[in-house]
């Protein structure tokens, strides 16, 4: 295990933050940059803690197509292995707190990251269905936890509905997908980050709502469907 991965991995964001922050107030910010840059971003910080990496599913994927994904939540090390994972262009939902940290919060902002501020109920779920629709009309994917924080044990949390809503509301494939490994690089509410362990990604084929579903029908059942799908552990390789 080793404590100076840490200093390391801060010291990443940093480099892809500040020149995204300076560009966005230049005008001259592009979303293949902030995509390029998370991709190296999520490389390096993968590689420094080495990493390995074990997807199936990738044939799931279809090119062109933007995804709301929903995988299990057990470590910060998931959005970097999504990175690295899957060939899409992505962003992500993150807490409002994220979005408050100098730098870094605004340079989420400004590559398109959506700040989800839960007690504001209604209001939250406004802003994350423009952000969404935006996302879309540039042909990103969003990656949401449906779980919406961090499992210390491993096991799933009960799901929030806001993601699935989302995906109903502007037409866009669930891609499910079940992580397994990150946990034993960093676990929740753990300062030390374990090195060369595997970690698992196993990609599902994506799903959508029936076209004699009700919204509320298809909510409940994409519900269900994507617990059960996280709720199996990615097959050995």
């Known amino acids: 295990m080793s404590l100076l991965l840490v200093p390391r991995a801060f010291f990443e964001t940093a480099r892809i933050s500040v020149p995204t922050v300076l560009e966005s107030f230049l005008g001259s910010l592009k979303q293949e940059t902030c995509s390029k840059r998370l991709s190296?971003?999520?490389?390096?910080?993968?590689?420094?803690?080495?990493?390995?990496?074990?997807?199936?599913?990738?044939?799931?994927?279809?090119?062109?197509?933007?995804?709301?994904?929903?995988?299990?939540?057990?470590s910060l090390y998931d959005i970097v292995v999504l990175f690295q994972a899957l060939p899409l262009d992505l962003r992500m939902v993150a807490k409002a707190e994220l979005f408050r940290v100098p730098i870094w919060g605004t340079a989420m902002d400004r590559a398109g990251f959506v700040k989800i501020d839960r007690s504001k109920g209604q209001e939250a779920r406004a802003i994350l269905a423009e952000k969404g629709r935006s996302l879309k009309?540039?042909?990103?994917?969003?990656?949401i936890a449906p779980e919406g924080t961090r499992s210390a044990t491993g096991e799933l949390l009960p799901f929030r509905s806001g993601g699935f809503e989302l995906a109903i509301a502007l037409g866009l494939p669930i891609l499910p997908i079940r992580i397994d490994g990150t946990r034993d690089i960093l676990n929740k509410g753990a300062f030390r980050i374990r090195q060369g362990v595997r970690v698992s990604v196993r990609i599902h084929p994506p799903l959508t709502q029936a076209p004699e579903e009700s919204p509320e029908q298809a909510k409940h059942r994409l519900k269900a469907e994507v617990f059960s799908l996280l709720s199996r552990p990615s097959l050995p390789s």
């Open 40 to 74: 190296d971003w999520s490389r390096r910080i993968l590689l420094q803690a080495q990493i390995q990496l074990d997807v199936s599913g990738t044939e799931a994927i279809e090119s062109g197509q933007s995804y709301v994904i929903m995988s299990n939540h057990q």
């Open 137 to 143: 009309e540039q042909g990103l994917s969003l990656w």
